[in-house]
């Protein structure tokens, strides 16, 4: 069974760095796209950026360009998202979402269960 | 232009049927995918590409294309659709970009 299972809910402080991560099961994890979505309160999906883990090109949306990093670690099926300095603005849910490509069609198939950010001083 | 535009509501009648639209440049190029999203839980996908419908899903959720307008169609809607939906595409750059969303409320 194709399972995403995301780090715990974290509070942090304006300026602090974070680094949440997204682990991958019954699948070949190094063969999909990984995909990290924002949800801030109240409010859309929105598509921040994703990885190759087979080669780690990384590709990000450009309203998040330079904002946040996305990695991966082969070794261990797990992708992350960090902020070296976070705002306040960056409280939200963050759900990592693989990206399957079926005959040219694409879509994001199997989520993780979200990640609270929550920053506030 | 990378945007989606959704209708932010729509209602529907228990049972009748209800077409959820996304509009876009991108759809002249790429099928829209469409996520049902319930209140506390992650997105789910619930219709992807030309004519693919994820195992589990009711064959009441159906998509189609024409032009740039995507669309969702709930068939027979019933209680437990009613929730938020979200389409998702590809702009030019490659970029995956999601619609605003649409609220579907079942009366």
């Known amino acids: 069974e194709v399972q995403l299972v995301q780090s715990g809910a974290e509070v942090k402080k304006p300026g602090e760095s974070l680094r949440i991560s997204c682990k991958g099961f019954?699948?070949?994890?190094?063969?999909?796209?990984i995909a990290w979505v924002r949800q801030m309160p109240g409010k859309g999906l929105e598509c921040m950026g994703i990885i190759y883990p087979g080669d780690s090109d990384t590709r990000y949306s450009p309203s998040f360009q330079g904002q946040v990093t996305i990695a991966a670690d082969n070794s261990i099926n797990t992708a992350y998202l960090q902020w070296s300095r976070l705002k306040a603005s960056d409280s939200a849910i963050y759900y990592c979402?693989?990206?399957?490509?079926?005959?040219?069609?694409?879509?994001?198939?199997?989520w993780g269960q979200g990640t609270l950010v929550t920053v506030s001083s | 232009s990378s945007e989606l535009t959704q209708g932010p509501a729509v209602s529907v009648a228990l049972g009748q049927t209800v077409r959820i639209t996304c509009q876009g440049d991108?759809?002249?190029?790429?099928?829209a995918s469409w996520y049902q999203q319930k209140p506390g839980q992650a997105p789910l996908l619930v219709f992807f590409?030309?004519?693919n419908r994820p195992s589990g899903i009711p064959d009441r959720f159906s998509g189609s294309r024409s032009g740039n307008t995507a669309s969702l169609t709930i068939t027979g809607a019933q209680a437990e659709d009613e929730t938020d939906y979200y389409c998702?595409?590809?702009?030019?750059?490659?970029?995956?970009?999601f619609g605003t969303g649409t609220k579907v409320t079942v009366l």
């Open positions: 590409g030309k004519n």
């Open positions: 979402a693989r990206v399957t490509s079926s005959y040219g069609d694409h879509c994001f198939d199997y």
């Open positions: 998702n595409s590809r702009d030019s750059s490659g970029n995956y970009v």
């Open positions: 991108s759809l002249r190029n790429y099928y």
């Open positions: 019954g699948y070949t994890f190094t063969n999909f796209w």
